[in-house]
C-alpha cells in the first residue's frame, strides 16, 4: 500500500532570505552559480529550474541589488609575506636565507656545532687539569719541605744528645747584631759579624755534619735550583728562619713542645713589601708555613700566630714590630722571633 504521508517540501518556504539557507538549498545555489548564472538572473519557468523556491529567488535578487565585494588593497603582500614565513619555517638550519630570524647564521651545520663544543669542553678541561696538576705539585712541594724539617730535627737532636740538650749556636758576633750584612745597610758592624742563621753551622759543617746543608733549601723557594748547583754553603741561599739565639731566654731541645725552632723564612726580611704581621712565609706562596718545634714535632701552619700563648714567631712587642736594626730583643720568653 502506498505511502499516504504527504511528500515533504525540500524547499520549505518560512522564513526569509536572510535566515540563512538549509543544506538543500545552499546546494541548489551552488548548482545554479556552477552553471554560470549571472547573480540577478531572473529564475524563470521553462529553464530546467522549475522547482526554484521563491525565498533562493529573493536571494539572487538581493545579491544583485548589493554593492560589489572589493579586495584590501594590501592582500597580496600579506599574502606574500605569509608563504615566505611558512617557507623559512620549513628550511634546514643550514639553507636559512638572509634575514631568516633562526638562531644561527647560513654555513651553520651539525658539523660545525660539534667542533665548537668539542673545542669548548676541550678548554675546559684542560684547565682543569692545569688546576689539578698544580695543587698536586703545591702539595709534593710542602711535603717534601716538611720532610726537610724531619731531617733536620733529626739533627737537633743528635747535636741535642751530645751538647747538654742544647740547641746549635757559635760564637756571637761582637756587635751582638743578628741581622745578615746586607740588610743592615750603612749600619757600623764588627769584622766578625754573622747573621743568626749561622748558628747552624754545627748541624752542616765540621767534623760531626748531622745533615747535608741542601735541607736548609726549601723545595718551594724559587732559588733552591741556583742553590743546589752551589757546592760551597752561603747563608744567603738557606730559605728558612732560626730561633734567634741572642735571646736572653736560653731554650732548650726536648723542651716543653711550643717554642718553634725552625720555620719557613720570615716574610719581614724578604726584601718585599710587608705591612702586617699575619703574612706567611713567601716560600710556599703565602699560603702557609711548615713549623718545626723543640720537641721534634713538624706540622703545617697557615697562620704566624703559632708561638706561646699563641704568639707571632715573626715579631717581637705588642703591638709588633715590621721593622728591626738586628739588636732588638723579645722581652719576655714567651715573646720569640725567627730570623735570618
Request: with cysteine.
Amino acid at each position: 500500500m502506498p505511502n499516504s504521508s504527504p511528500q515533504q517540501d525540500p524547499f520549505p518556504e518560512e522564513g526569509s532570505p536572510v535566515d540563512g539557507l538549509s543544506e538543500t538549498e545552499a546546494t541548489f545555489v551552488d548548482l545554479l552559480l556552477s552553471e554560470g548564472r549571472p547573480v540577478g538572473h531572473p529564475i524563470v519557468p521553462g529553464d530546467g529550474h522549475d522547482a526554484a523556491p521563491r525565498r533562493i529567488r529573493a536571494v539572487f535578487e538581493a545579491l544583485a541589488q548589493s554593492p560589489a565585494l572589493a579586495a584590501p588593497g594590501d592582500l597580496a603582500a600579506r599574502t606574500m609575506a605569509r608563504i615566505r614565513k611558512e617557507k623559512v619555517q620549513s628550511l634546514p638550519i643550514g639553507e636559512l636565507p638572509r634575514g631568516g630570524k633562526r638562531r644561527f647564521r647560513p654555513g651553520w651545520n651539525a658539523h660545525k656545532m660539534n667542533i665548537f663544543f668539542t673545542v669548548a669542553a676541550a678548554s675546559i678541561l684542560l684547565v682543569i687539569v692545569v688546576s689539578r696538576l698544580i695543587q698536586v705539585r703545591t702539595r709534593a712541594l710542602r711535603t717534601a719541605c716538611a720532610d726537610n724539617l724531619v731531617r733536620l730535627a733529626g739533627a737537633f737532636g743528635q747535636y741535642a744528645a751530645a751538647n747538654a740538650n742544647q740547641l746549635p749556636q757559635i760564637a756571637p758576633p761582637h756587635d751582638r747584631n743578628w741581622l745578615p750584612r746586607r740588610l743592615t745597610g750603612s749600619l757600623a758592624r764588627s769584622s766578625d759579624a754573622h747573621c743568626n742563621l749561622a748558628n747552624l753551622t754545627p748541624l752542616v759543617l765540621g767534623h760531626a755534619r748531622y745533615v747535608s746543608w741542601n735541607r736548609l733549601v726549601c723545595p718551594a723557594c724559587p732559588i733552591r735550583t741556583f742553590a743546589a748547583r752551589k757546592r760551597r754553603l752561603s747563608w744567603r741561599r738557606v730559605s728558612y728562619s732560626y730561633l734567634d739565639q741572642l735571646s736572653p731566654y736560653h731554650y732548650q731541645w726536648n723542651g716543653s713542645g711550643n717554642i718553634v725552632v725552625l720555620a719557613d723564612s720570615n716574610p719581614l726580611f724578604a726584601g718585599r713589601s710587608v705591612t702586617s704581621a699575619q703574612f706567611n712565609s713567601f716560600n710556599h706562596g703565602g699560603g702557609g708555613q711548615n713549623i718545626l718545634y723543640n720537641n721534634g714535632r713538624v706540622r703545617w701552619a697557615t697562620t704566624p700566630d703559632v708561638g706561646p700563648n699563641r704568639h707571632n714567631i715573626w715579631t717581637i712587642g705588642n703591638p709588633p714590630r715590621l721593622h728591626y736594626t738586628g739588636r732588638e730583643e723579645p722581652a719576655s720568653p714567651n715573646d720569640i722571633i725567627l730570623v735570618p
